[in-house]
């Protein structure tokens, strides 16, 4: 864990984030730690209740804590209803992303009709093709490669390794790490009478909204006709893998290794588990919740929460179910 | 949708694909569109019967369609037997790869023993490798990394920032998508007493046939004895992996985050659903299907369509069913 | 199959390696080689019974086995009581990795504040931060970028396009492959009232032992206050992801596209099948074996081998049962 950018006092984080202090408004906060490993200097927060009985022995100066818990902490504290949130935006005040010096870089090589803001930073060996527009405040990181006419809107981010195709536009505050592959041509193929493949040229794009975020070595593919499309304020985790023509709804959440196939449509806020699988041309409704190793083979048309995750059991008494499980279709 | 490249009529469309004209020959077409959004100089197609109630609604003032249909559309028809081949050689009529100029870019850095053909492109900061061989109309993006002694056939295209490594061969008319990784060591160890892993040089290579696709994000192991081996035209889609020694049969096709693990055999025209995964040494026959999320633990020694996904449920009928299940063992 | 870098004769091998010789130890080895390939100067392995049968027709010169299987094979035998192994370390004898030269490559741009070994070699078009330390005997593969205060022990070896974050250390003799991602950010959001995501800053870093292997486009992400940890020998394959947190113990296997979700602890010497997925916060015992595509909801406690796979069937059949599956909630 490193040193905060700044060291502020718990009453001027009370102050900035609109929480309640209760104790020493001038204790110093120079970092977040965990409760095992918090100095006097250090802010710690508590949202999941299994974490309260640590409180007693920390030695933080700060905690972030539910009213509720007020009492089980000596120190000074930050009270918040939602602890887990008051912990990000404290995250946010004392670990600021460092902005590296506007301009680009010496060896980067931009086309001259690409238009490039002077207070965008543009890293080295980063190759920008015709017509691209890259706004105010952006950061492009090493070796990214952006495409014909490409767009990103302002202060978005773009970590070291990042291939953005012809044509493709993100929104603001965007941030896509590194490998993340987006615009892809979409898996689209037409069967001769030999089962030959011809491949369909897919002409769509992939529009992205504001506040995007976009995992390591994730894909997303442009559309076949229309456009890929994700959403405001979306998140996704590392090794997506978004097909053609998805559409995903604001502020959804994706977790990793999660893979959506062709012209699915999920709804705002919907929540997905890691390494679940969607298959293509489904709606799935807004605001529901896959959990983990989901595999969604039809269309979910209301919200709630959904499994289909089979657990590990010791092989032999696996093995058994199996068995039994075939058998099945004899007994019915 | 971007404008085509050129613009066509209806007849010369027609002549050009072989199809049926039944309309005005002189519609002009330059473009193809979905059937709600398209206009007068649009090509729309209908392959699936379910959109055929839009086409009495569409803009469009050519359709490509089955013969069947052709009375449910008032405009110029392109009558085929397979309406989607139809639009999959149309778009590459309209929509065809711009082909960079060519030559070395100045940044390029290509080992002086390596063969470039003179029609080849060569993007910026592409590095090449002793003993390569780059043939007629190939096309590099920027970022690749060629290892010593890759060969591409003629007019195969890497998109950016695609990693070949050593004596990998690819044939002619491939497509590789960014990010994708051909060559990287297979996972090959052997564990000693202590359980420590002694790792196996991967001695093998990958030969990959032509018209071959390979998406963003994928990888294809080296052989650990002899290579891995992909057969003409089989198309890959995003972030699958290939563990070494795989083969895969003419004209396979794979859907996004498969993995198949080293030493499977893969028939010809296979067709493997997204998100499937496919243990080690296996035989799997020719024309066999996986559905989606397929997992194949054993040989499939006939052709036919397998599947093994189990759909979600909400969370309270699922885990009821698991604990039933569990209780299969005891009750049989 | 190359060529090997150097000839050998049995007898020098046996020396070297400490294997019992039983035939002529003149016998030249030149090269690994399949038991159908191999010629008079090949060297062939048995570690699996089911192979012994080619060893009657294999044109090899050279042979390492098991003493019980000695005399079924009429050429020079290295014995062993571990095949596998001799296998393995016959490999890196007669194919050991090509060392580039030391230097840094004129294209590289190092970072005034870093410190590369001068037996370190770094390829072209590297991007180093400041503060850097990369180790002697380093190898650093075109297109690397490594971020702020990044150690490399000595003789670590990143292929090409590897990407490692801010902080992040790497141990001695570890191997990363093209396309891996280590130190991206951790998926860790909280939501508000109205759903929108706040990011939490991911200030943690990745710690990874010696000996480690990470494979091609294999993502790690960074601790989101507390490090994430690679202990010594762990061997991970192509596309793993490895979320904010997580352990994994000395020595431990993981096979590709397998997903670890945040803080869960993997023990020492586990072996997880390909395609596995492991939810978040669980602790997995020492010794631990999950074969292919497992899923891990709850934490395993004690050693074991553990399945959950449902392998495929035709689909038919497999829809009888999926329907037989949800009337045992009703049966019971």
């Given at each position: 864990?490193?040193?905060?950018a700044t060291?502020?006092?718990?009453?001027?984080?009370?102050?900035?984030?609109?929480?309640?202090?209760?104790?020493?408004?001038?204790?110093?906060?120079?970092?977040?730690?965990?409760?095992?490993?918090?100095?006097?200097?250090?802010?710690?927060?508590?949202?999941?209740?299994?974490?309260?009985?640590?409180?007693?022995?920390?030695?933080?100066?700060?905690?972030i804590?539910?009213?509720?818990?007020?009492a089980?902490?000596?120190?000074?504290?930050?009270?918040?209803?939602?602890?887990?949130?008051?912990?990000?935006r404290l995250?946010?005040?004392?670990?600021?992303?460092?902005?590296?010096?506007?301009?680009?870089?010496?060896?980067?090589?931009?086309?001259?009709?690409?238009?490039?803001d002077?207070t965008?930073s543009?890293?080295?060996?980063v190759?920008?093709?015709?017509?691209?527009?890259?706004?105010?405040?952006?950061?492009?990181?090493?070796?990214?490669?952006?495409?014909?006419?490409?767009?990103?809107?302002?202060?978005?981010?773009?970590?070291?390794?990042?291939v953005?195709?012809d044509?493709?536009?993100?929104?603001?505050?965007?941030?896509v790490?590194?490998?993340?592959?987006?615009?892809?041509?979409?898996?689209?193929?037409?069967?001769?009478?030999?089962?030959?493949?011809?491949?369909?040229?897919?002409?769509?794009?992939?529009?992205?909204?504001?506040?995007?975020?976009?995992?390591?070595?994730t894909?997303?593919?442009?559309?076949?006709?229309?456009?890929?499309?994700i959403?405001?304020?979306?998140?996704?985790?590392?090794?997506?893998?978004?097909?053609?023509?998805?559409?995903?709804?604001?502020?959804?959440?994706?977790?990793?290794?999660t893979?959506?196939?062709?012209?699915?449509?999920?709804?705002?806020?919907?929540?997905?588990?890691?390494?679940?699988?969607?298959?293509?041309?489904?709606?799935i409704?807004?605001?529901?919740?896959?959990?983990?190793?989901?595999?969604?083979?039809?269309?979910?048309?209301?919200?709630?929460?959904?499994?289909s995750?089979?657990?590990?059991?010791?092989v032999?008494?696996?093995?058994r179910?199996?068995a039994?499980?075939?058998?099945l279709?004899?007994?019915?």
């Open positions: 864990m490193p040193a905060a060291r502020l006092t718990a009453g001027a984080i009370a102050a900035q984030l609109s929480l309640e202090l209760d104790g020493d408004s001038d204790t110093p906060v120079s970092g977040i730690n965990s409760l095992a490993d918090a100095n006097a200097e250090d802010a710690v927060f508590v949202a999941d209740p299994k974490y309260l009985p640590q409180l007693a022995d920390t030695r933080a100066g700060t905690a804590l539910s009213p509720a818990h007020r089980q902490f000596a120190g000074t504290a930050l009270l918040s209803d939602n602890p887990y949130l008051a912990y990000a995250s946010q005040l004392l670990y600021p992303l460092s902005t590296p010096a506007a301009g680009v870089h010496g060896t980067a090589l931009i086309d001259a009709s690409a238009h490039v002077p965008a543009i890293g080295p060996y190759v920008v093709a015709a017509n691209a527009r890259i706004a105010a405040g952006c950061v492009v990181g090493a070796h990214c490669v952006l495409g014909e006419s490409v767009t990103l809107g302002a202060h978005t981010r773009l970590h070291a390794r990042v953005i195709h044509r493709v536009a993100l929104g603001t505050q965007c941030t790490h590194s490998g993340a592959v987006i615009g892809s041509d979409g898996f689209g193929f037409a069967p001769d009478a030999a089962k030959r493949w011809h491949k369909i040229q897919q002409i769509g794009s992939v529009r992205i909204g504001d506040r995007v975020e976009i995992g390591a070595n894909t997303i593919d442009c559309g076949a006709i229309d456009d890929t499309v959403a405001d304020g979306v998140i996704l985790d590392n090794q997506i893998q978004i097909g053609h023509n998805v559409h995903i709804g604001e502020n959804a959440a994706l977790a990793g290794c893979g959506v196939a062709g012209s699915t449509h999920i709804g705002a806020r919907v929540q997905v588990g890691g390494h679940s699988a969607l298959l293509g041309h489904l709606q409704a807004d605001d529901v919740i896959l959990m983990g190793h989901s595999v969604v083979s039809g269309s979910l048309r209301s919200a709630g929460v959904y499994a995750v089979m657990p590990v059991m010791p032999r008494v696996w093995r179910l199996v039994r499980f075939r058998q279709d004899r007994r019915a």
